[in-house]
């Protein structure tokens, strides 16, 4: 029988978000019969909640690596790399591949010192842009143009991500670099009936009033503070609409204060983290996207396969998402107006949600994303030793 072949996951955190889902899905899915995978996870950030349960639910148990996370002290530094070093010798992975900027960094540095086979990194956002100051900027693309001389694959989510990776910052050839969508499991959202209520009677929202909502963490790049000026343009023609900001992070208290500064705070409700996430995008009207800068937003598939609209700023890999506007409404980033226009728009007139739905089903499931890492791992074996992998 042919030994299945060995696959080292490594993420900076399990912490809520696209990337810690994706790694853990990703991990389920290629453990099978040709395929064994371990997962790797270093520290999620303190006050974040965590995907740890998800990750049990779907029969993953992840190492962790604590020190394996964004800092500048060196003894964490070494202590990550002994850490994660002695996991690649012990596990002898025939295939490394990496989530994020500091498991991107050690996994492909060891994975190439031990001589793994195959190194393989996944860029889920659009890099350094709206993140970081100019001079952080461009110390990291000199640290990534390294690094990408030690990966035999990058990933990206989208066709814009790879052009500004090759174009924009210059990174690596386009020939390295393969276009894979993310995959989810999209069953519970695309099942779930359109306004059930249970999101507003447990937020104690009025039943009939239109619902308005952005997702994610609470940082600087996601820009909520253009979503609530916008919901204070919106609020002025439309008082019966309500607005909910779902998650949490550093800059609740300042975005708190701003709704309070707007006049908004008995239209706008913060929910911090929810867990039964069908139930939200249920009740949801519009979703809201108004970041500075994102590669492929999760809320976005996970809102267009539960049937809900979709108003976002055009940014990074947005714009293919939403197939250029065909699935949503694309803004300008920074202009309140516009995207209160925008969303005033889609809760007028509604968009048939059936061609959206059925696209994020047939692009986006991790079916679909599995069965095309198993055919770049196999590709990236064959062309390396391609007598070996062939003999099995």
């Not at 999620?44 to 990750?55: G, K």
């Not at 070494?78 to 591949?97: E, G, K, N, S, T």
């Not at 500091?102 to 492909?108: I, K, L, Q, S, T």
């Not at 439309?238 to 309070?260: K, S, Y």
Request: neutral net charge.
């Amino acid at each position: 029988m042919t030994e299945r072949v060995r696959i080292l996951r490594v993420v900076s955190n399990l912490r809520v978000s696209g990337p810690a889902l994706q790694a853990i899905l990703l991990a389920a899915h290629l453990h099978n019969d040709d395929y064994e995978t371990l997962l790797v996870a270093g520290k999620t950030p303190e006050n974040d909640d965590t995907l740890i349960d998800t990750a049990r639910r779907y029969g993953v148990e992840p190492i962790f690596v604590p020190d394996l996370r964004r800092t500048l002290n060196p003894l964490a530094q070494w202590r990550a790399a002994r850490a994660l070093w002695r996991i690649i010798r012990d596990y002898r992975p025939d295939v490394i591949h990496t989530h994020l900027t500091m498991a991107g960094f050690w996994g492909r540095v060891l994975g190439r010192l031990l001589g793994v086979p195959i190194i393989v990194h996944t860029f889920h956002e659009h890099p350094f842009r709206g993140i970081y100051g100019r001079a952080q900027t461009f110390t990291f693309v000199q640290v990534e143009r390294a690094l990408a001389r030690l990966t035999d694959s990058i990933i990206t989510l989208s066709e814009g991500l790879r052009r500004e990776i090759v174009d924009h910052y210059h990174l690596t050839r386009r020939s390295r670099i393969t276009v894979l969508p993310l995959g989810f499991d999209l069953s519970a959202f695309a099942g779930v009936p359109r306004h059930a209520g249970l999101l507003k009677q447990t937020q104690r929202l009025p039943q009939d009033a239109p619902l308005v909502g952005i997702i994610g963490r609470l940082v600087p790049v996601k820009n909520h503070a253009l979503f609530l000026e916008a919901a204070a343009r919106l609020h002025r023609e439309r008082p019966d609409v309500r607005f909910v900001v779902i998650g949490d992070g550093a800059l609740r208290p300042t975005l708190e204060a701003q709704a309070a500064a707007l006049g908004l705070s008995d239209c706008v409700t913060f929910t911090g983290w929810l867990r039964e996430m069908p139930a939200v995008y249920s009740d949801l009207d519009v979703l809201v996207i108004s970041s500075f800068n994102e590669g492929t937003p999760v809320p976005i598939i996970e809102a267009l396969a539960s049937g809900c609209a979709v108003v976002a700023t055009d940014v990074g890999g947005v714009a293919d998402l939403l197939d250029n506007g065909a699935f949503g409404l694309l803004v300008p980033s920074g202009d309140a107006a516009a995207l209160a226009t925008a969303v005033h728009h889609a809760l007028d007139q509604p968009p048939d949600p059936t061609a959206a739905r059925r696209a994020m089903l047939d692009r986006y499931s991790v079916e679909r994303l599995a069965s095309d890492l198993a055919s770049l791992y196999r590709g990236l074996r064959l062309a390396k030793a391609p007598t070996q992998a062939a003999q099995g």
